[in-house]
């Protein structure tokens, strides 16, 4: 499955974005997808995945109550809404899918997901927040 992602720009702090994660071939059906972003001198840390088998979408600790992600497997897409930006937030954002159903590990609504447990990757889109 190719992966793409869209959906960045340049918002001043307390706005909001809507990212998507669109499969451009294949299908992203039973698959779980998440949402991974890097800002400049960082390592790629994970933000939220949501389930290929029931849907469940799990979070990083740093973005609760803030990103909801959601899916639309008719239009194979995956969307990560980010509302009240913060200058924090500042990255390349890319969706990732690890081929599997499930997003692991998690505790509750938590995700704690790495990097290379995922084999399939999508351009990246760029968020920028700053006054």
């Known amino acids: 499955v190719q992966l793409q992602a869209s959906g960045g720009g340049s918002v001043q702090p307390g706005g909001t974005l809507r990212l998507s994660c669109a499969a451009s071939r294949g299908t992203l059906d039973n698959y779980a997808i998440a949402w991974f972003r890097q800002a400049p001198g960082k390592e790629r840390e994970g933000v939220s995945c949501i389930s290929g088998s029931d849907g469940g979408s799990y979070y990083a600790e740093a973005v609760k109550g803030r990103f909801t992600i959601s899916r639309d497997n008719a239009k194979k897409t995956v969307f990560l809404q980010i509302n009240n930006l913060r200058p924090d937030d500042t990255a390349v954002y890319y969706c990732?899918?690890?081929?599997?159903?499930?997003?692991?590990?998690?505790?509750?609504?938590?995700?704690?997901?790495?990097?290379?447990?995922?084999?399939?990757w999508g351009q990246g889109t760029q968020v920028t927040v700053s006054s």
């Open positions: 990732a899918t690890r081929l599997r159903p499930v997003c692991a590990p998690t505790f509750g609504s938590s995700w704690y997901g790495r990097s290379s447990d995922f084999p399939s």
